[in-house]
């Protein structure tokens, strides 16, 4: 089983960006799902995340900005990030608790930078 994070880059504040993170090979299910981010000289944060129940949770810092959700048929959790603000700059890191082939994991995706700059 692999994770792929894509959608991230460069948005002047107020911007918005969409973060996927894709899980691929023999999976059986796949349950909580979470966004963390790790900005410099800082330490890795919960951001958002979504259970097989389709229930969230989020950081205080991004409640009201952020949104996460999941398409199960695609094996595939968002992140939509609205209103980004400077602070918002980190790696972002998914997440997945996940019954495969290989039996019962919690696997990471390798990332995708969001900066928020003008």
């Known amino acids: 089983v692999q994770l792929q994070a894509s959608g991230g880059g460069l948005v002047q504040p107020g911007g918005s960006l969409r973060l996927s993170c894709a899980a691929s090979?023999?999976?059986?299910?796949?349950?909580?799902v979470g966004w963390y981010r790790q900005a410099p000289g800082k330490q890795r944060e919960l951001v958002a995340r979504?259970?097989?129940?389709?229930?969230?949770n989020y950081a205080d810092s991004v409640t009201g900005r952020f949104t996460i959700s999941r398409d199960d048929a695609k094996n595939t959790a968002y992140l939509q990030m609205n209103s980004l603000k400077p602070e918002d700059t980190a790696f972002y890191y998914c997440?997945?608790?996940?019954?495969?082939?290989?039996?019962?994991?919690?696997?990471w995706g390798q990332g995708t930078q969001v900066t928020v700059s003008s």
């Open positions: 979504i259970t097989s129940g389709f229930s969230t």
């Open positions: 090979g023999s999976i059986f299910s796949i349950n909580t």
């Open positions: 997440c997945a608790d996940i019954n495969g082939g290989a039996g019962h994991y919690v696997y």
